[in-house]
């Protein structure tokens, strides 16, 4: 067990490995009650978010439809990634992380007031990723015939809710397909014991950190925090620049680095050798400069070592990393390195 | 709970050691280590001529967590690295004290194993460690 943002987490129950090649084969669980959702209502609910987000809820027109972004500060700095649900004209629903929790909290109140919206984290809610191929078929046993319906019949990136406060969206963070299910917490315990009897496997942080990074996807604090811009973490897409009238909170800074030039970007990482990638780690470009390592770590799928990393914008397909007093050869590709079963880069 | 074999000697670092028939002794993680670490995905074991001092950081084990040296228990000469950890580094998972074990030295002083904790005192260690 691990504290994670004041949560006690587990790493893994068991093998991680296992636990990773279940969510790209089969069914596997976690727990992420430790996120935490915030329900925001009003009148000018949207105007709120679009000023507040980089991207544009202006595309949300659907109930349901939800959206990745960042909330950025005035100079472009990362204060979160997250993902918002459009619900109704009055109500957004939001989930944030929970390591950044509190000062995400601070800043949605902070603006909340002129727009006249109410911010409320709902910590009534927990929260379980169900994911992998037979995730959804293996959940839906679980749910009353009518919501187990009209959530089989979900897109990709909606979500639907019943009256008892219950809320499955097709979202995840593991590059596969599934739920992430909302519950009341009174009723949680419940889910995950009876999830188990379906046949979805227990996934701990390790598989989490395995999979997301295989999939491509940022983990915030690592790869991305408020010193770094969405332009220099692979965030560029995330970024609704039109309508060019829409002022959002950092679209000035990132306007401004654009025309200057981003020194630094996001890349993938395949080592060539056998050892392991790490946060931290130098990254040299030879003839062009250096970097870091942001996230890094054995791909099960792969059978190799994969990473984020931050290096200048000039590199191009080749790098060096240094792991324990040696330079390693590492091939840069563009991440996802896995995305639904299926390795996503040449190697 | 983690297997404390009674017939072997440990380091304080988690690593085994077996004085076998021929006089050279066997070293590999213990059990508790293997836990600690988690799936092992890559293991660096030393070649066989390589001389190697008590204490020497002489392979690398590492899992989905973290990269961790082995040191050798006593000074001597690797006779054999475990071939088979190149291709099948959960060996150590599955079977730390068996076919996980990753190297065989020719002491040259036996006096070095006999110093070394028995398994009482390991398990002891491993207790005030987790305590």
């Not at chain 2, 709970?1 to 690593?15: G, I, Q, T, Y």
């Amino acid at each position: 067990m691990v504290d994670f943002g004041g949560w006690d987490m587990p790493v893994n129950y068991g093998s991680q490995i296992e636990e990773h090649h279940a969510v790209r084969r089969d069914a596997g669980m976690f727990d992420v009650s430790h996120m935490c959702v915030v329900d925001l209502r009003g009148d000018r609910v949207r105007d709120y978010l679009r000023r507040l987000l980089a991207n544009d809820v202006a595309k949300l027109k659907e109930p349901g439809k939800a959206l990745y972004s960042c909330m950025l500060r005035e100079h472009g700095g990362v204060i979160d990634d997250l993902i918002v649900y459009f619900l109704d004209d009055r109500w957004f629903r939001m989930v944030v992380n929970a390591g950044t929790r509190d000062k995400d909290l601070e800043w949605l109140r902070a603006h909340a007031g002129h727009y006249g919206v109410s911010v409320e984290p709902r910590f009534d809610l927990a929260m379980i990723a169900v994911q992998g191929p037979n995730a959804r078929t293996r959940a839906a046993t679980l749910l009353e015939p009518s919501f187990a319906e009209r959530a089989l019949a979900l897109g990709n990136f909606y979500g639907t809710g019943d009256d008892q406060h219950r809320f499955v969206a097709r979202t995840g963070y593991t590059g596969e397909d599934g739920w992430e299910m909302m519950v009341p917490a009174t009723e949680v315990a419940e889910l995950w014991a009876r999830l188990r009897a379906a046949g979805v496997t227990p996934c701990g942080l390790g598989a989490r950190d395995t999979l997301r990074l295989e999939a491509g996807m940022n983990l915030y604090g690592s790869d991305m925090d408020e010193t770094v811009s969405p332009l220099e973490c692979g965030l560029a897409w995330t970024i609704a620049w039109e309508p060019q009238d829409r002022h959002f909170t950092g679209r000035a800074a990132l306007t401004e680095q654009k025309a200057r030039g981003v020194p630094r970007k996001q890349v993938g990482l395949v080592l060539s050798d056998r050892a392991v990638l790490r946060s931290h780690q130098k990254v040299i470009v030879p003839a062009v400069g250096e970097g870091e390592v942001t996230s890094g770590t054995f791909s099960p799928t792969l059978e190799r070592s994969i990473a984020l990393a931050r290096v200048p914008s000039q590199t191009t397909d080749r790098c060096e990393v240094e792991i324990r007093g040696r330079l390693l050869n590492a091939a840069v590709v563009r991440p996802p390195f896995v995305r639904h079963g299926k390795i996503a880069i040449p190697v | 709970m983690s297997n404390v074999p009674a017939d072997l000697r440990f380091l304080k670092s988690h690593e085994w050691a077996r004085l076998e028939a021929d006089g050279t002794i066997t070293v590999g993680i213990s059990d508790h280590a293997q836990q600690a670490l988690g799936d092992l995905v890559f293991v660096e074991a030393p070649e066989a001529g390589r001389r190697v001092a008590a204490g020497e950081a002489c392979a690398v084990v590492e899992s989905v967590k973290a990269a961790s040296d082995v040191y050798s228990p006593v000074s001597g000469e690797v006779v054999a690295g475990n071939a088979d950890l190149g291709g099948q580094p959960e060996l150590i998972n599955t079977d730390p004290y068996g076919a996980g074990w990753i190297m065989r030295i020719r002491p040259d002083d036996k006096a070095q194993f006999a110093a070394l904790l028995d398994a009482n005192a390991y398990a002891a260690a491993l207790a005030a460690e987790t305590h």
